[in-house]
């Protein structure tokens, strides 16, 4: 696709979605009548795939009973490293190599206490100020599990304006006191893809260890972790790899590691053909599968396997081109369309820098989702005064793009943003 859009009309949209390969993939997914939704980086809209295997994993329990673990398509006792090799072509990496399993949270404290090393003076954690709250949660508590205080020894790398963080910077920091870097592939605010094969070289020059939190990369922009070398990762499965609200996340774990004690050991960190001897001894499972520790959750898995039977039929690549395409397309329209109206753009400019939506900064950003929402159109807020829209490239369409800038233009030209409060809502 050519990212050059000479005329940004209507009729320009429509005919870009008369030749979007992903146009007819809108038809697989659960979409409103009326409805704009641009939120997919919050929460992916669900797929009639997704539903049906739902429907499956319920007759299959409905079917076999207690023998639906080893029974049928989709055994439940080997489900999440079913999942885990078709997830894997998304990250670049080996199928042993990803599990999926657990939630997000959980899984940074299981890849935490599992590679966070301290000895000596190396005993400090690298992460950012800009950085998912959750993330920051999870490193201070494993901090102070250690006997460590987290003032001292989470250190987070600054933002020079506030958006974006300078690798530059965190090079700076990787110092001999450091045991281990836990940084985002992609910053939730602005949308900033980092440079993650540089920051691993650099890290593992300095003989530290590196893992990265995915969410807001997952199943729009390609990786090859396991070609970089990354150590680790984690991510969710319900932004843009549509899994569903509380769906099961994922975790990476690179094979130079196979064989590590997890931090957090359980029952299904066990070898497999080991777990029901009911050993009191743990044979770790030699592959991503021993950052396991509990019962996967089957039915919550079993969304995930729709998605990623269309993420397998079109590609990751694919996927990331008319990603590229269409938020480009949407930036166009902004600066043709809101300029001189307050708004500015966060993320970065470059393709190799912008992950998968747009950071739409205005000073009545909260008024303004307000009236986006009461339009029919879903965005989603993030302080102080951000409007993240999100293009996903198998539901949204190009012509969607340009009726959501025109809603954006009417609603501040006309001030429909000045009958709402200030407030962001509970769940923004």
């Given at each position: ?20 390969e ?14 704009i ?23 299959s329990?409905?079917?076999y009973?207690?023998?639906g673990?080893t ?5 439940w006792?080997f489900?999440?490293e079913k999942l ?17 399993s657990?939630?997000t949270t ?8 599992t590679?966070?090393?301290p000895?000596?003076?190396?005993t ?14 999870a ?8 006997g ?17 963080i ?5 090079i ?6 450091v ?14 893809l ?17 893992g ?6 997952i199943g ?16 969710c ?5 549509n899994?569903?609200p ?5 975790m990476y774990?690179?094979?130079?590691h ?10 299904y ?30 039915l919550?898995l079993a ?7 269309i ?19 949407m930036?166009d329209?902004?600066?043709q ?6 708004f ?25 989702c ?12 993030r302080?102080p005064?951000i ?10 369409s ?17 001030k ?6 200030n ?6």
């Amino acid at each position: 696709m050519s990212k050059e859009i000479s005329l940004l009309t209507r009729e320009n949209a429509q005919q870009q979605d008369l030749q979007d390969e992903f146009y007819p993939y809108r038809e697989e997914f659960y979409l409103q009548p009326g409805v704009i939704y641009l939120d997919g980086n919050s929460l992916g809209l669900m797929s009639k795939r997704a539903e049906l295997k739902v429907a499956e994993l319920m007759e299959s329990w409905k079917t076999y009973g207690i023998e639906g673990w080893t029974k049928g398509e989709y055994a439940w006792f080997f489900l999440s490293e079913k999942l885990g090799e078709m997830c894997a072509p998304l990250v670049g990496a080996l199928s042993e190599e990803v599990i999926v399993s657990g939630s997000t949270t959980s899984n940074i404290h299981q890849l935490i206490s599992t590679f966070y090393k301290p000895k000596g003076n190396r005993t400090k954690i690298v992460a950012d100020e800009l950085t998912f709250p959750s993330d920051i949660y999870a490193l201070q508590s494993q901090l102070k599990l250690r006997g460590y205080d987290p003032a001292e020894h989470l250190i987070q790398v600054k933002s020079r304006d506030g958006k974006v963080i300078l690798e530059e910077d965190i090079i700076a920091a990787m110092t001999e006191e450091v045991a281990l870097i836990f940084l985002p592939t992609v910053l939730y605010r602005s949308g900033q893809l980092l440079d993650i094969q540089r920051l691993t070289a650099e890290a593992h020059a300095r003989g530290i260890c590196i893992g990265f939190d995915a969410c807001h990369s997952i199943g729009a922009i390609p990786h090859t972790f396991s070609d970089w070398g990354v150590d680790f990762a984690v991510w969710c499965n319900y932004k843009y790899l549509n899994g569903g609200p509380g769906s099961v996340a994922g975790m990476y774990m690179n094979k130079k590691h196979f064989g590590i004690q997890p931090g957090l050991a359980g029952w299904y960190s066990s070898k497999k053909d080991k777990q029901f001897d009911m050993e009191h001894t743990l044979h770790v499972e030699e592959s991503a599968g021993a950052l396991q520790s509990g019962t996967p959750h089957v039915l919550s898995l079993a969304p995930i396997i729709g998605s990623l039977e269309i993420f397998a039929e079109v590609g990751i690549e694919k996927v990331r081109q008319k990603s590229l395409h269409i938020t480009q397309y949407m930036t166009d329209l902004i600066n043709q369309e809101l300029s001189g109206l307050g708004f500015t753009i966060g993320n970065p400019s470059e393709d190799a820098r912008r992950g998968g939506h747009i950071s739409l900064e205005h000073d009545e950003a909260v008024r303004i989702c307000k009236s986006l929402v009461e339009n029919r159109i879903i965005p989603d807020f993030r302080p102080p005064n951000i409007i993240r829209l999100s293009p996903i490239a198998f539901y949204t369409s190009y012509e969607e793009v340009w009726q959501t800038i025109q809603t954006i233009k009417t609603i501040v030209t006309e001030k429909h943003y000045e009958k709402f409060d200030n407030k962001r809502n509970v769940v923004s």
